[in-house]
């Protein structure tokens, strides 16, 4: 018997196992979105998606966050007939009409309303040693940021307005225990979480909840946004995706997805201002845009407004051409070439 069959053997962890034969290591399955900004945001690929472990999603109030969130577990829900979501609830913000909305069969989630911290602890790590790597399940929790510990509360309750300095160390626990069930189950969890202004000369934003969510998650999302007028009238707003941490896709990377009050989120946004960096769309006179054959150079009649720009119709065809494709990979995946797509407009 070889050394490494011998090691193999004694080993008492049952997953043990040669990398080169390790189940461990195969290709993990992507959950992919309707919404091609956010597929990028969250692999680097417009065909990409959500993949297993911890995403955090965090921001302002306001910012999109739980909304980002649930397009995400209707994807998984919908790509996995058998699949279930377990909602963990602390803000109690998400209805059932507002699970509708998003075309999520209430039938299929289980909400958990939590109250502190360590309520979410146990009952989470039940869960997760409950479910099996066959099952198919996604967890979403809304949210961190609105999460007191036991502590806070029991000195609430006996009147005393001492500092709570167990908060931290229990998510910091919580989710340096969830991790690993995370990624050998293959279950996707998403986490929405609040940011603040750190104290200083140029303060920037930084996520509440400690260093353990930061150091445990696959990527890490802040959300910014920006007034879409028309006029001086509001139509709605660009939310940016800031990419503050991921394993995919380059750090910093700022992607803008639409979300009107006429038509809801825009499957297509973001695109645009890709397209024109990568030459699969010009600009043939100002406020007009139009398709290039990027193998003859030549432009696609007809040209369009913007607002045409939203449409299957005019993006189907890039979509489907490798050479955009390889563009987005290369300009947002870990690894690629070129530079990240830059938006110079303010964001909140």
């Known amino acids: 018997m070889s050394i490494m069959d ?4 004694t080993s008492t962890v049952k ?3 040669i990398v080169s034969e390790s189940q461990f290591f195969e290709a993990k399955d992507l959950t992919t979105t309707p919404v091609k900004a956010l597929n990028i945001a969250l692999s680097g690929d417009v065909d990409g998606g959500l993949a297993p472990g911890l995403t955090v999603v965090a921001g302002p109030s306001k910012h999109f966050k739980s909304n980002i969130s649930l397009v995400m577990v209707a994807s998984y829900l919908d790509k996995y007939p058998d699949a279930v979501a377990l909602l963990y609830d602390t803000e109690f913000g998400i209805t059932p009409e507002y699970l509708a909305n998003f075309n999520i069969d209430t039938d299929r989630v289980l909400h958990t309303p939590i ?24 967890i979403m929790i809304d949210s961190i940021g609105n999460l007191a510990s036991k502590k806070e ?9 001492v500092a709570d300095m167990t908060r931290a160390k229990v998510l910091k626990g919580l989710f340096r225990m969830v991790t690993p069930f995370l990624n050998t189950r293959n279950i996707p969890m998403i986490c929405v979480n609040h940011t603040y ?13 400690g260093t353990g969510i930061y150091y445990s998650a696959n990527q890490i999302f802040f959300m910014g ?6 006029g001086t009238e509001v139509q ?7 990419v503050d941490k991921s394993r995919f896709v380059k750090e910093k990377s700022r992607i803008p997805i639409t979300v009107s009050w006429d038509d809801g989120v825009g499957l297509y946004s973001g695109l645009l201002d890709i397209a024109l960096v990568g030459g699969q769309v010009v600009k043939p006179s100002n406020g007009w845009y139009q398709r290039v054959d990027t193998e003859t150079g030549e432009l696609i009649e007809p040209k369009v407004r913007e607002k045409e720009t939203k449409t299957a119709e005019f993006w189907e065809p890039i979509l489907n051409e490798t050479n955009f494709k390889e563009f987005v990979k290369e300009g947002y995946q870990i690894g690629g070439k070129l530079a990240t797509i830059e938006f110079s407009e303010e964001v909140e």
Do not use: C, W
């Not at 000195?155 to 307005?161: E, F, I, N, Q």
């Not at 202004?197 to 909840?209: A, I, N, Q, T």
């Not at 709605?236 to 800031?242: A, H, L, N, P, Q």
């Open 236 to 242: 709605g707003y660009d939310f940016i995706v800031t």
């Open 15 to 17: 997953a043990t196992s």
């Open 115 to 138: 109250e502190h911290a360590e309520q979410l602890k146990f009952d989470l790590m039940k869960q997760l040693e409950s479910i099996e790597k066959k099952d198919k399940v996604i």
């Open 197 to 209: 202004k750190e104290m200083g000369l140029f303060p920037r934003d930084v996520m509440s909840g």
């Open 153 to 161: 509360l029991e000195d609430a309750l006996d009147g005393k307005s």
């Open 225 to 230: 946004r920006r007034q879409n007028k028309k």
């Open 6 to 9: 011998r090691l193999k053997k």
